[in-house]
């Protein structure tokens, strides 16, 4: 993989351990294989127009990075502004002439302004469809996690009865209130992993745990991940994305709405599979 990123390379990709940039082919779809894949786009390239397919084409589960261009750019702000309304980048950052893959991984595991917000909206870009009052319910519930630990609690704070929140969900198709409550205090974690030194025990309390083992069964139990793995592979939504396709799996979210766009998971789960296979005797 090269080292040197330049303006001739419009899209790049970032990967464990976030040592070097990995220039890819605009033309073919990204084979991305693990969780913690980053995506950057640089709008300052001549050739970025050309990027936006893969970048908005790219699967579930890969966060992107957006560098804008030179403030001399002729780029008009409303071009820009509809690339980053039509790609959802998780960060923007300012011009770079030849962006590092330090900086980028920089950006990545910052937490987000908000959560909530970042979360309902990862779930619309997702393809899975919400009308106001679930978008509503899912946003107040990943806002809620970080006070709220009862589905009792939750359902006092949305001002609505328990049955009546489970139906809702229900009839949209998608995982019970307590699925979302559990994985959004997973997320807050994998947040806090990435972002401190501190130790699983210290996080996994600060966030309402008895102890790290419970935060660490907890997260492999939703996700099939441990702890360390979140704090060294960057980003929330690749643990986001794995839920997903758990619940998926399940039968608690319903196929067909989670299918309009391929999914890192489905990358992870087949790659797994054939190390599996290679390796039986």
């Not at 605009?26 to 300052?44: C, F, K, N, S, Y």
């Not at 702000?77 to 309304?85: F, N, T, Y």
Request: glycine share 8%; charged share 20%.
């Amino acid at each position: 993989m090269p080292h040197n990123i330049g303006l001739e390379d419009p899209v790049f990709l970032l990967g464990p351990p976030y040592h070097q940039l990995a220039r890819i082919d605009i033309d073919d779809t990204p084979q991305v294989l693990e969780g913690g894949w980053v995506m950057a786009w640089h709008l300052g390239s001549p050739g970025w127009q050309r990027a936006a397919p893969a970048v908005a084409g790219r699967p579930a589960g890969v966060p992107l990075a957006i560098i804008l261009p030179d403030g001399e750019d002729r780029l008009s702000v409303l071009r820009v502004l509809r690339a980053i309304e039509q790609s959802r980048p998780q960060a923007v950052m300012p011009y770079h002439e030849a962006p590092t893959a330090r900086e980028i991984a920089s950006v990545i595991r910052r937490e987000p302004s908000c959560l909530a917000s970042s979360v309902a909206d990862y779930l619309v870009w997702r393809g899975i469809p919400l009308d106001a009052i679930t978008r509503s319910i899912i946003r107040r519930t990943v806002q809620l996690s970080s006070q709220v630990r009862t589905i009792g609690a939750l359902a006092k704070n949305l001002y609505i009865s328990r049955r009546a929140l489970g139906r809702k969900l229900l009839s949209s198709e998608l995982p019970v209130a307590s699925h979302w409550l559990h994985i959004s205090r997973i997320l807050r974690a994998t947040i806090t992993l990435q972002n401190s030194e501190a130790s699983l025990f210290r996080v996994a309390v600060s966030l309402g745990y008895s102890d790290g083992f419970s935060l660490s069964n907890q997260m492999y139990r939703l996700c099939g991940i441990r702890p360390m793995e979140a704090r060294e592979r960057l980003g929330w939504e690749w643990v986001f994305e794995t839920w997903l396709a758990r619940e998926v799996t399940a039968g608690s979210i319903g196929a067909p709405i989670a299918s309009g766009r391929p999914s890192i998971a489905s990358f992870s789960r087949k790659t797994r599979v054939e190390a599996s296979v290679a390796g039986a005797p």
